[in-house]
């Protein structure tokens, strides 16, 4: 057990995320609990609005608030060896400790690599100033720095590009310097919150290598957000399922993919057209739509759309979390009822 | 970006050419010129005039010549020497007539853009980081009361208020004995320290306007995606505030420096008649109803090609502060 303590960077416990709106409450973030291994991939997936951004958001405590606020719940991240860790969640979001996480520790890259850079500043400019905040670079040498990082992300003649604007970049070179300016300071942990869905298909192919190939290079974590399930196949360790906030299911990749427990990833597996199912049958969905995120739920959010509810159970009391194998928890009743006996 | 300048100014001299006949063609188009209207009001009064001394007044004024020659002897007089014709009104040289008024407006709204800007801007952002917060409505209430009070009114406030007050005499722009004295610095000093209640006066209405603009920028560029980049690096908020979304909410308002130039010019004629300035405004207004036609006419096309340049000095702020205009900007989204 130990051991095992011993290899996690980053967990979440309970962590809950409200946004309060004029219109009502969203409870973007439920009782998440997830665990980012060092070193290791952790794939988050889900459907659009289930609070996958926010999550990432709050490790980093760039939760646009007002309106969002961390209303429970911890982050803890642990020191590079050892017990001592600093609970992320508890920190002032514009104090001191927090900013020597952000860039240093833990970086964060976007889905839009257009807005993600200021369009009236270089981008040498943008990758060097990490260096010069952490590491007490000069402006000289941190543009140095910035020309190696960009020829790291395999941009082509970086001492050139390193005084040009993020417009005269194509989408996929901005995505590189976008990651270029993650990794500048080394950081343990990378979230990419969908890094490649704006993305063609050879380019996204492109970025995933670069950043696997990096990841090896440096050793470090990653959680990569995505709603495609090819992705977290092929990048991830570990799985983390989100539905309507709530972390449904969390395994490792062979778990979540051979055997699947909550009724949603279940569904979200059929829902992946493949070309032997094209024969007989039309391309699964799953029925109904995703909750209204004002909506208020007594019992589990995915009761009325799962093929395997039970009426009254499932209905009535928020579903228990369940750690059916080792290292594999699903919230649902369904193994309540096992882990009972 | 030398380049730039260069063209734009290549561009400016066929448009300027334009402006000065469009000029000509206004003043000249109204029926009747100030020669007629003049000799009416004298013979009115019953002065009898010689038809010989009208016509010589008519050559005087060139009056006689056709439209296009008159023109070209007005432009070509502008051109080398400066001279703007002569005022009917004033009897006297144009340049004479607004020469040093215009100095005194240029003064008086320099001024008052730096009161407006150094005003503005800091409270447009405060507003714009502490939405919804007491100080922000505060503002808000007090901008919308500076956008709805005419100036006149404004200016008629706080002259009163300054002599039922302060026993302070605060009109014209100069004491008694310095109005006619010639410059020194004891003038300049008398000057400074009654330049405030204009500027104040004309300077609330654009105050109020700017710090809603700036707040609206502002609220605009903080929600935008590199501003989360930024933080996510680690910056400080102050130094994020001001290297990223101020710098990209003040491009759009250096484009309206350029519309300030001609309003120097032209604008505050009523508050310049209730505050008695030596400045422009009124002398244009009175011209324009006199048809002193050369005196006019210089309005026009002083105004005129101050919007032009104005224009021009605008947007190599504006290539020179933002690298996607600079580049011959391509729009990508
Ligand atoms: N700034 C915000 N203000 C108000 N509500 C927000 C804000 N950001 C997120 N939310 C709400 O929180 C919920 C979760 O949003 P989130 O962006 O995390 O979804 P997501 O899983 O990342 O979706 P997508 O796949 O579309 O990116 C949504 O219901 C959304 O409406
Ligand atoms: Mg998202």
């Known amino acids: 057990m130990d051991q095992q303590k011993a290899n996690v960077l980053l967990e979440a416990k309970d962590l809950k995320v409200d946004f309060i709106l004029d219109e009502g409450t969203v409870r973007a973030v439920n009782n998440v609990s997830l665990t980012v291994k060092r070193g290791k991939t952790l794939g988050m997936i889900g459907e659009s609005g289930c609070g996958k951004s926010v999550t990432a958001q709050s490790i980093l405590r760039v939760v646009p608030s007002p309106p969002g606020r961390i209303v429970g719940g911890s982050i803890l991240l642990y020191a590079m060896n050892g017990d001592a860790s600093v609970d992320i969640a508890s920190l002032d979001p514009k104090g001191k400790a927090i900013r020597e996480i952000r860039g240093r520790e833990i970086s964060m890259i976007f889905q839009e690599p257009m807005t993600s850079f200021s369009p009236v500043h270089t981008v040498g400019n943008q990758i060097g100033e990490a260096l010069i905040l952490h590491r007490r670079f000069s402006s000289e040498k941190a543009r140095q720095e910035s020309i190696s990082a960009l020829a790291r992300v395999g941009i082509p003649k970086p001492e050139q590009r390193v005084d040009e604007y993020p417009y005269q970049l194509s989408g996929g070179m901005r995505q590189r310097a976008m990651i270029a300016m993650a990794l500048s300071c080394s950081p343990r942990l990378l979230i990419a919150d969908e890094p490649t869905t704006a993305l063609d298909v050879t380019i996204q192919a492109q970025i995933l290598e670069l950043l696997r190939k990096l990841q090896d290079e440096e050793g470090m974590a990653m959680l990569i957000i995505t709603h495609n399930l090819g992705i977290v196949a092929e990048m991830a360790e570990d799985v983390v399922v989100m539905y309507f906030g709530y972390a449904v299911e969390y395994g490792d990749v062979n778990q979540i993919f051979e055997a699947p427990l909550h009724p949603y990833t279940r569904c979200l597996w059929d829902a992946i057209p493949s070309i032997d199912k094209k024969s007989d049958r039309e391309l699964t969905t799953i029925k109904g739509n995703v909750p209204d995120p004002f909506s208020e739920f007594a019992g589990c959010p995915f009761f009325e759309r799962c093929p395997e509810a039970m009426p009254e159970r499932c209905e009535l009391s928020p579903p228990p979390l369940v750690e059916v194998v080792a290292g594999h928890r699903v919230r649902c009743f369904l193994y309540e009822v096992k882990a009972n006996g | ?333």
């Open chain 2, 1 to 333: 970006m030398l380049g730039y300048i260069l063209m734009r100014l290549t561009h400016l001299i066929p448009l300027l050419i334009v402006i000065s006949i469009i000029s000509f063609i206004v003043i000249t188009l109204p029926p009747g010129d100030y020669l007629t209207s003049h000799i009416t009001r004298l013979q009115s009064q019953g002065t009898s005039v010689a038809q010989e001394e009208i016509e010589r007044l008519k050559r005087t004024y060139g009056l006689d010549q056709p439209a296009y020659q008159q023109y070209l002897r007005w432009v070509y007089r502008i051109v080398r020497h400066g001279d703007f014709g002569m005022s009917f009104q004033w009897e006297r040289p144009v340049r004479r007539v607004i020469g040093e008024r215009i100095a005194l407006t240029m003064v008086i709204s320099i001024c008052t853009i730096v009161f407006t800007w150094v005003v503005a801007i800091p409270i447009g952002i405060y507003a714009a980081t502490h939405q919804y917060s007491f100080l922000d409505y505060l503002f808000t209430f007090f901008g919308f009361i500076g956008l709805a009070i005419p100036n006149f009114l404004l200016a008629l406030v706080l002259m009163y208020v300054a002599f039922a007050h302060f026993d302070l005499s605060v009109t014209g722009l100069f004491s008694p004995e310095y109005a006619a004295a010639s410059w020194s610095f004891g003038k300049f000093i008398d000057m400074m320290q009654r330049i405030w209640l204009p500027v104040i006066v004309i300077g609330t209405g654009g105050t109020a306007g700017l710090i809603r603009v700036m707040r609206g920028c502002l609220l605009d560029e903080l929600r935008k995606q590199y501003v989360i980049t930024a933080r996510t690096k680690g910056l400080a908020e102050s130094r994020l505030l001001f290297k990223y979304p101020v710098r990209l909410a003040i491009n759009p308002l250096i484009s309206t420096i350029g519309w300030l130039l001609p309003a120097i010019v032209s604008g505050e004629a009523i508050t310049g008649i209730v505050l008695n300035l030596p400045t422009t405004g009124p002398v244009m207004l009175q011209a324009l109803m006199s048809q002193d036609m050369y005196l006019a006419g210089s309005f026009v096309l002083i105004l005129s090609s101050l919007t032009v340049i104005g224009t021009l000095v605008s947007d190599i702020l504006l290539a020179w502060v933002d690298p996607r205009i600079r580049y011959g900007g391509v729009s990508e989204k």
